[in-house]
C-alpha cells in the first residue's frame, strides 16, 4: 500500500481514510488526534479527540471543559486501534504534552511530528526519534541561517542585564503555553531563586504546568507590585510589551524569547532593546539531523521554509515534497 492511501492532506487536515481521523485538524471533525496544545494545532468543537493527558488538560484550560463531544487520554508509547490501524504516541520535546502521532498500518509506519525541538527541556520529555517510512516534519526554521545558540547563554545574558542594569525592570515577552514555563525553569536552573513575575494572562497555564509536576518556584502577577520592579524579570505575552499595561514598570528593558531573535531585522522591527533566541522549535541542524535520525523512505513537509528542506533532501537522496497545509503557524515561537 502506498502511504498516500494512510495518509492524505485535506483542507481539514492530515486525514487518515483507514481508521477515519485526522491528525491536528483546523477545522471541526468527527475524530481527532492532536499533537499538542497550540491553538494552531488543537481546536475546539471536534466529536472525539485523543491526546495525552497533559494537551487534554491544556484544551480544557484554554476552551472550556466541553471542548469535544468525547476525549481518550493516550500515554507515551500506549497503542489503540481502530480499523487495522495502529497509533501510538512518542515524546515531541516541544511543549508540556506534546506528541508525534505514529500511524502504523499494512506494514508502514508513518510518523507525524507536529512541532518538535531536539534540545533539552525541563519541562517537557525529549523528543524521540521513531524510524518510519514516511516522517511528516514542520519546517518554521527550514534554512541553514537559522542556528540557535545554547539556551543557557541566552538566560545568562538576561540575568546579565539585570546585574548592569537593576534599576530597570526587565519586561520578557514570551508565548504563553510552553515558552514562558521553558524560561522559568531555565532561570532557576541558572541561580535566579528570586520572585518572577508574570502577566495575568499566564497565571492559569502556570498553574496548570505546576499541578502536572513542573516546579516553577516563586512567582507573583506583575500587576498590582510595588516599586517599579527595577532589577526584577516580568515575563508576559508578546503583545504586553508595546501595551499601555508595561508603562508601569521602572525604565524597562523589553526583552523577547524567540528563534526569530536570531533575525536583526525582526528584533528591530518590534523594538526590542534584549533579543533572546530562545525557540521550542528545531533549527536547521536539528531539521536535518532529525531526518538522518529516524532515516525515513520519505520526508513530507507542513509548514514553514520547504524549500530549503526539499533541497536539502534533493541533495542528500531523501524523496521529499510539500503538503502545503494551510492553518499552522510560526507563532511567536
Keep these: 500500500m502506498r502511504p498516500e492511501k494512510i495518509l492524505c492532506p485535506r483542507p481539514e487536515g492530515l486525514w487518515?481514510?483507514?481508521g477515519s481521523f485526522y491528525v491536528d485538524p483546523v477545522r471541526p471533525v468527527e475524530r481527532a488526534v492532536i499533537t499538542h496544545g497550540h491553538a494552531d494545532h488543537a481546536r475546539a468543537g471536534h466529536g472525539v479527540v485523543l491526546a495525552t493527558r497533559e494537551t487534554l488538560a491544556i484544551m480544557a484550560e484554554r476552551y472550556g471543559a466541553d471542548f469535544a463531544g468525547s476525549t481518550q487520554a493516550l500515554a507515551y508509547g500506549e497503542v489503540v486501534s481502530r480499523d487495522g490501524v495502529e497509533?501510538?504516541?512518542?515524546?515531541?520535546?516541544?511543549?508540556?504534552g506534546s506528541a508525534q502521532a505514529v500511524v502504523r498500518h499494512a506494514g508502514l509506519t508513518l510518523v507525524v511530528s507536529g512541532d518538535y525541538k531536539r534540545r533539552r527541556d525541563p519541562t517537557c520529555p525529549p523528543f524521540e526519534p521513531v524510524p518510519c517510512d514516511?516522517?511528516?516534519?514542520?519546517?518554521?526554521?527550514?534554512?541553514?541561517?537559522?542556528?540557535?545558540?545554547?539556551?543557557?547563554h541566552e538566560i545568562y545574558k538576561l540575568i546579565r542585564s539585570t546585574e548592569q542594569f537593576p534599576d530597570r525592570a526587565h519586561l520578557v515577552g514570551a508565548y504563553a503555553l510552553g515558552k514562558a514555563q521553558r524560561l522559568i525553569c531555565l532561570l532557576r536552573e541558572?541561580?535566579?531563586t528570586r520572585t518572577i513575575?508574570?502577566?495575568?494572562?499566564?497565571?492559569?497555564?502556570n498553574?496548570?504546568?505546576?499541578?502536572?509536576?513542573?516546579?516553577?518556584?516563586?512567582?507573583?502577577?506583575?500587576?498590582?507590585?510595588k516599586g517599579g520592579l527595577g532589577g526584577e524579570i516580568i515575563i508576559a505575552p508578546p503583545s504586553a510589551l508595546n501595551d499601555r499595561w508595561a508603562r508601569r514598570f521602572a525604565d524597562p528593558v523589553g526583552a523577547f524569547a524567540s528563534g526569530w531573535m536570531g533575525v536583526r531585522a525582526r528584533a528591530r522591527q518590534r523594538g526590542v532593546e534584549l533579543p533572546?533566541?530562545?525557540?521550542?522549535?528545531?533549527?536547521?541542524?536539528?531539521?536535518?539531523?532529525?531526518?538522518?535520525?529516524?532515516a525515513p523512505g520519505e520526508l513530507w513537509i507542513t509548514h514553514g521554509r520547504e524549500e530549503g528542506l526539499l533541497r536539502w533532501s534533493e541533495l542528500n537522496g531523501v524523496r521529499a515534497r510539500a503538503l502545503a497545509l494551510v492553518g499552522y503557524e510560526d507563532e511567536d515561537d
Excluded at 513575575?197 to 497555564?205: D, I, P, Q, T
Design 87 to 96: 497509533v501510538s504516541l512518542a515524546p515531541a520535546g516541544h511543549v508540556l
Design 16 to 18: 487518515c481514510a483507514p
Design 134 to 152: 514516511v516522517f511528516v516534519t514542520e519546517a518554521t526554521f527550514g534554512l541553514p541561517v537559522f542556528r540557535h545558540p545554547d539556551d543557557r
Design 276 to 294: 533572546l533566541v530562545v525557540s521550542d522549535h528545531a533549527d536547521w541542524d536539528e531539521l536535518t539531523a532529525t531526518v538522518r535520525d529516524v
Design 207 to 225: 498553574a496548570l504546568y505546576q499541578a502536572h509536576g513542573v516546579d516553577l518556584g516563586p512567582l507573583a502577577p506583575a500587576t498590582g507590585a
Design 197 to 205: 513575575y508574570v502577566h495575568g494572562a499566564m497565571e492559569r497555564l
Design 190 to 192: 541558572a541561580g535566579w
